[in-house]
């Protein structure tokens, strides 16, 4: 089923937001393990080394590909017409990554904690 909706985030668009292109770049399956739990519920801690296990393999795309199509399901997202889901997680899985980090950024905005007088734990809640 084919999306209605644009991407607001260019694929190579990685200086639009430096922190998490830094974050990509440091440590990217922290990034696929954050972007599934955002996406789909998933353990971060799991995916994240699942990720990295696969990367030994040259299989990481494959569940960079399906939580990129829960992604675009999720927002209801076209396809990138030139290559593909699979094309762009094969070939170009980092910036495919810090792309998925953006696009759940703009649309959910970031998390905010609200800290309780007395030394409580923070209270993270997302905006309306």
């Known amino acids: 089923m084919p999306g209605d ?3 607001n985030e260019d694929l190579f668009g990685c200086c639009n937001d430096c922190g ?5 770049f440091c440590c990217t399956p922290c990034l696929f393990g ?4 955002k996406i789909s ?12 296990l696969l990367t030994e ?20 997202l076209k396809e990138n017409p030139e290559c593909g889901d699979l094309l ?14 953006r696009e759940i950024k703009g649309r959910e905005g970031p998390a905010q904690a609200a800290f309780k007088r007395g030394g409580g734990p923070p209270v993270v809640s997302q905006p309306m």
């Open 5 to 7: 909706n644009e991407w």
């Open 20 to 24: 998490s292109c830094w974050y990509g």
């Open 34 to 37: 954050s972007n599934a739990h």
């Open 41 to 52: 519920g998933r353990n971060c801690f799991l995916m994240c080394c699942a990720y990295g």
């Open 57 to 76: 393999c040259y299989l990481c795309c494959i569940p960079h590909y399906m939580e990129r199509q829960n992604l675009r399901q999720k927002y209801n």
């Open 88 to 101: 762009t997680t094969i070939f170009c899985g980092p910036c495919a990554l810090c792309q998925e980090a």
